[in-house]
């Protein structure tokens, strides 16, 4: 079945300090996201990106947030200042159409300390 | 109003038991609803989406209501792997994203 990879599993980093999550969406989808779940918490949209640019982003994506899709099989998240309260899962999705169900990657933990 | 409200449970049945959750969502124009099942620390899993008519999925049932605004999936039959917190989902109109409940837990006893 195919599958939606994500790197690093776990990511430890100094507050302040840029971060890259990194994603391999399954090949023949169209639509990529990035959603996060802080522990304890109800899993959140980030941003959705389509046809090389994002299509929607939520209120939690502000300007320390970025996403690129750099070649054809990478989608990647950076996060430029990490805050303490950026410490979540993050989990890359990918679709082949709109309001379809998603396909999860199985996330990146990050924790910044 | 949450967009997803969900009752967080801890449900505890036994195996063998039929359970049922409940999920209501603010936006009565919302077009696509799913069920997700997610294991401690684990990523969701698509468990099955919701059709206006029902849907089956071997023991999993959901049912939706539109008028009430209300999604319901029934387990039958429980098996101890049926453990993990599921999740109501909905994506609202016009949008190319989900909103999700908070999750009920299920945790199957033998």
């Known amino acids: 079945e195919p599958e939606v990879t994500q790197t690093p599993s776990h990511q430890v980093t100094q507050m302040g300090q840029e971060v890259i999550l990194r994603c391999v969406p399954i090949s023949n989808h169209l639509y990529f996201y990035w959603y996060r779940q802080i522990l304890g918490q109800k899993v959140e949209f980030l941003v959705s990106f389509y046809n090389n640019e994002i299509s929607e982003k939520s209120e939690i994506f502000d300007d320390q947030f970025s996403v690129e899709r750099p070649d054809g099989s990478n989608f990647t998240l950076k996060i430029r200042s990490t805050k303490l309260e950026d410490s979540a899962m993050y989990f890359c999705?990918?679709?082949?159409?709109?309001?379809?169900?998603?396909?999860f990657g199985s996330g990146t933990r990050l924790t910044v300390v | 109003r949450k967009e997803v409200e969900q009752d967080p449970g801890p449900f505890n049945v036994p195996e063998g038991a039929t359970v049922a959750f409940n999920c209501t969502y603010s936006n009565s124009a919302s077009q696509s609803f799913f069920w997700y099942r997610q294991d401690c620390r684990k990523e969701p899993k698509l468990l099955m989406s919701v059709y206006s008519s029902g849907n089956e999925d071997g023991r999993f049932t959901a049912q939706l209501n539109r008028a009430s605004q209300y999604i319901s999936l029934l387990i039958r039959d429980s098996k101890l792997s049926d453990s993990a917190t599921y999740l109501c989902?909905?994506?609202?109109?016009?949008?190319?994203?989900?909103?999700f409940g908070t999750g009920t837990r299920l945790t199957v006893i033998p």
């Open positions: 999705a990918s679709s082949f159409d709109r309001g379809q169900g998603y396909t």
């Open positions: 989902v909905v994506n609202p109109p016009g949008a190319n994203n989900l909103f």
